[in-house]
């Protein structure tokens, strides 16, 4: 069954495929000795010349349009859904008022046109003013010509899905690649965003660690001197006293910048040296990079392991001031 319907996703046909057509048409035209062969397009309710042989007595020109009708040679085509022959319409009550007759033409062999889903193109017909018995003898070649036009129908249509194909798979790509540098962006802004969340928060905390070991320090670790100087030698309290400021002294330590508390303790020159220290420097780099004897430096950095708790412990001076930077 022919199937009628609009099919609006088609391709257009190549200019070098009509190119290819029109040499046919007119190949059959000299083959079958006939005036007029037509491939005509049809798009319901309208039937149209595409292309139309090269003869001065062809009386079809390209574009000449038809409405689909009982009394149209190709209608009875596409009702038949194949070969379709009137021999002579004067001869046949059926066809001798068609609108072909206009022209004369009495004569017609016809054979359906398809796309490759078995929708109809259209026909490809020869049209004469008279039973043409050479036309008659040419109807299986007229039948090749209609499978080579559907051949390249297969092939235009084949062509055009595929290039759909790449269209539709190219869009695709390109909205999966917008869809990832967006996430990207997303997610590097986020982790920009996290990054400044996480200093603020750490910068918070140290300032919040830093007002608490300050606080210790001034509101509580000279009433605990005073505390002390209210206690007689040998006094049980003085026990806990010292555990209490020890303890202080350690859970501040454990919350503040340890560098820096360090350096609290030191004189300018004293931490003038440690840095010197902490950079790899000996103490006769020290000394001749500050212009003072080795024996003053050297008093110097007794006076820094002391003040970090070092005296008479084998440690080394940079180890301890590089681990706790």
């Known amino acids: 069954m022919v199937r009628f319907e ?67 040679y190709c209608q009875g085509v596409l009702e038949r859904d194949g070969e379709f022959v009137v021999e002579d319409a004067t001869c046949d009550p059926t066809w001798d008022d068609n609108e072909d007759m206009e022209h004369g033409m009495s004569f ?21 003013r008279h039973r043409n018995r050479r036309a008659l003898l040419f109807r299986e070649g007229l039948a ?7 051949a390249d129908l297969a092939l235009i249509q084949e062509v055009y899905l595929r290039r759909a194909l790449e269209e539709k798979l190219n869009e695709t790509l390109a909205q999966l690649e917008q869809r990832v540098e967006a996430r990207t962006r997303d997610l590097r802004e986020t982790n ?75 004189t300018p020159t004293e931490i003038e040296i440690a840095q010197l220290v902490m950079s790899g420097k000996t103490t006769k780099d020290i000394a001749r990079a500050m212009s003072r004897e080795t024996s003053t430096i050297d008093f110097h950095r007794n006076n820094i392991r002391r003040k970090l708790g070092l005296e008479g ?12 930077s």
């Open 192 to 266: 920009t965003a996290l990054r400044v969340l996480l200093t603020s928060l750490d910068d918070d905390r140290k300032d919040r660690d830093q007002d608490i070991v300050e606080q210790v320090r001034t509101m509580v670790l000279p009433y605990l001197d005073k505390l002390r100087g209210q206690l007689t030698e040998g006094d049980a309290s003085q026990v806990y006293l010292e555990l209490a400021e020890r303890n202080l002294k350690d859970i501040t330590s454990m919350i503040s910048d340890k560098l820096s508390d360090a350096f609290s303790i030191m």
């Open 313 to 324: 412990r084998n440690q080394n001076l940079r180890s301890h001031l590089l681990s706790i």
């Open 6 to 72: 609009m099919i609006q996703d088609r391709p257009d046909i190549p200019p070098d495929t009509m190119a290819n057509w029109q040499r046919l048409v007119d190949l059959v035209s000299q083959l079958a000795d006939v005036p007029a062969t037509l491939i005509m397009k049809t798009e319901a309710p309208d039937h149209a010349v595409l292309i139309t042989s090269d003869h001065p007595e062809n009386p079809y020109p390209v574009g000449m349009n038809f409405r689909l009708n009982p009394k149209l």
């Open 108 to 128: 017609y062999i016809g054979f359906p046109l398809k796309w490759p889903d078995g929708s109809v193109f259209g026909t490809i017909c020869v049209l004469d």
């Open 144 to 150: 090749q010509f209609a499978r080579m036009v559907e």
